[in-house]
């Protein structure tokens, strides 16, 4: 009786290994690592975890390069044409033009700087994300309304789209954290 007890635990262990790494293969399909040495060097420049860069591409654009939102954001990174030229002269990078923004090195420099001037403004990550997606002044208003802010934290974020953002990017993150563990 021992003995057929041994093989069977051997083939759970198994079954459960080839079912562990096919979610890993799928995932890392579902979640790459598209533009990974542009993403990692600037992540690196402006001190950006380059997990937070991956997750807000996935969030923005799905790594499509040539996409446009219906607000006019362009590009991988989602960035418009007015804080494209605000970028683009802090970061005194010539010849800026709004098409410019579907150059994938390009728009990855201008996104991964602008979280990093984010983060100067707002220390936590959750408020951060919302000023990426619904601007800076706007969640400058929020953080000194009582209802949404204490000054420093959003305790809410009344813009349903702006809230539903947030946490998909921190979702995001948490995934790509799991599945490249080892690689970062």
């Known amino acids: 009786r021992k003995k057929k007890k041994k093989p069977m ?8 290994l080839l079912f562990l ?13 598209t533009h990974g040495e542009t993403i990692r060097a600037y992540a690196a420049q402006y001190g950006v975890s380059p997990f937070l860069v991956y997750s807000v591409i ?18 991988l990174m989602q960035i ?10 802090k970061l005194d990078l010539e010849a800026f033009t709004p098409e410019s923004l579907y150059d994938p090195e390009r ?12 983060a100067q403004s707002f220390q936590r990550k959750e408020t951060k994300l919302a000023a990426y997606n619904a601007g800076p002044t706007r969640v400058s208003g929020w953080l000194q309304e009582e209802a949404y802010g204490d000054g420093e934290r959003l305790h809410t974020i009344p813009f349903e789209e702006t809230k539903n953002y947030v ?18």
Request: glycine share 10%.
């Open 9 to 16: 635990k051997l083939v759970v262990m198994a079954l459960t």
């Open 21 to 33: 790494g096919s979610i890993f293969m799928v995932g890392r399909q579902l979640f790459p690592l």
């Open 58 to 75: 996935h969030t923005e654009s799905r790594f499509n390069e040539n996409a446009l939102s219906p607000a006019g954001a362009k590009g």
């Open 80 to 89: 418009t044409d007015d804080t494209g030229r605000y970028l683009a002269g």
């Open 107 to 118: 728009n990855i420099h201008m996104g991964v700087y602008y979280l990093s001037l984010l």
């Open 167 to 184: 946490k998909r990017v921190i979702l995001r993150e948490r995934i790509y954290r799991i599945l490249y563990f080892l690689d970062g």
